[in-house]
């Protein structure tokens, strides 16, 4: 046999790198997954590698080079750690040994593996070895699985509240958008409610101190909370809108009522009865119409004027307002509703305009009794509370 070097090296000043011989030697892994441990391991400790570059550099395809990665993790050579930016989880990432990593915490160590008779001199392993970023290179199972799919959403969540809230700040144009973005995730889901709330009032403050900050820097140090206490809004009082349910309630339990007021009729009108040209039936309905109902016909005039209705409703109309329902204008039940007016001597409804309708007792003319025994139980009820 030639005693002649069969393996030949030409001289190395630059661009090389030294590799265990056993990495080349571990028969627990394939030859492609050598390959690529000695691909990796051939990089710098800031590299940064991904799946497309193995596939590329392999000539292989996606399930091959996962397959590579998991070999290298099975023997050891490589370790999943999570991978934080900012304090937060940031995906995962691959950090890659010279050494398998089982070997080290059964106590052995690298001359336990099959050794050539002249060893390779190698270099101690970095302090700090290579994070490999894995961005698809293997999908987060379980819990990391959960956890990514969180911060995903928690940040699309927060993107859009900035979106919505922040260009209502005044330097918003100037305002760097990754660092309000960065201060708003570092918050509670309350705590941006909050500041959404007391914006406009910081910014009250701000005008008469003749003062400004970046959004970013308002929401960072918490300035809402250097605000004085929010006084609690006081509760608007109720309202019943005119030829609503509840108005149409109180009109028609005040008309069942009877007339209010005694309207005598007037000098002319008697002496138009005396001379026979007006009926005195007539005149009388006419000015109990007119003035007998004072209160609803203070109603009729401001929804005639004003469209108004009127505040702090009574209860029992509420309640009753519970069996009006809506007549339109024109139709069979409102003439029938007209009618009944006219012959009750009841003063009639001013015109209702774009609310082309007003409600009324349910079930038409006919079924007023109803009405009628619900608002004597009220009364009833009324005043056995106040006897009792």
Not at 250 to 276: D, F, Y
Not at 366 to 386: M, T, W
């Amino acid at each position: 046999m030639s005693e002649e070097a069969t393996i030949r090296r030409g001289t190395r000043n630059a661009r090389y790198t030294t590799v265990p011989n056993h990495v080349f030697e571990d028969d627990r892994l394939s030859m492609e997954a050598r390959w690529l441990l000695g691909y990796l391991l051939s990089k710098p400790d800031d590299w940064t590698v991904r799946l497309g570059d193995i596939r590329k550099k392999g000539g292989c395809g996606r399930d091959k080079a996962r397959s590579m990665v998991a070999e290298l993790v099975d023997a050891g050579y490589a370790e999943k750690e999570p991978a934080r930016k900012d304090g937060k989880f940031n995906g995962l990432c691959l950090v890659i040994y010279d050494e398998p990593r089982q070997v080290e915490a059964s106590g052995d160590s690298v001359a336990s593996l099959p050794q050539p008779e002249k060893p390779a001199t190698v270099q101690p392993s970095p302090a700090n070895p290579p994070l490999v970023n894995t961005d698809g290179l293997a999908i987060p199972e379980g819990r990391e699985r959960e956890a990514r799919a969180r911060e995903t959403e928690d940040r699309k969540i927060v993107e859009r509240w900035l979106k919505r809230v922040h260009p209502s700040w005044p330097s918003f144009v100037s305002d760097s958008g990754d660092r309000a973005l960065a201060a708003a995730l570092a918050l509670t889901a309350e705590e941006r409610e909050q500041a959404a709330e007391r914006m406009a009032d910081y910014l009250a403050v701000e005008r008469q101190n003749k003062g400004r900050c970046a959004f970013a820097v308002y929401l960072a140090e918490k300035r809402w909370e250097r605000l004085a206490p929010k006084e609690p809004e006081k509760p608007k009082p109720a309202y019943a809108p005119a030829f609503g349910p509840v108005w149409a309630a109180r009109r028609a339990r005040l008309l069942l009522g009877g007339p209010m007021v005694q309207t005598p009729l007037k000098a002319w009108e008697e002496r138009a009865i005396e001379a026979g040209t007006l009926s005195r039936e007539a005149a009388e309905t006419s000015a109990r119409r007119n003035g007998g109902w004072p209160v609803v016909n203070a109603m009729h005039e401001a929804a005639a004027q004003r469209g108004n209705g009127y505040s702090n409703p009574d209860p029992v109309d509420e309640k009753l307002g519970k069996l009006c329902e809506f007549v339109p204008v024109d139709c069979d039940c409102w003439r029938a509703w007209k009618a009944e007016h006219e012959r009750l001597g009841w003063p009639w409804l001013p015109d209702p305009g774009t609310m082309r309708g007003a409600y009324f007792p349910a079930g038409g003319p006919e079924r007023l009794s109803k009405f009628e025994a619900a608002v004597r139980g009220e009364d009833d009820a009324g005043g056995r509370e106040a006897a009792e």
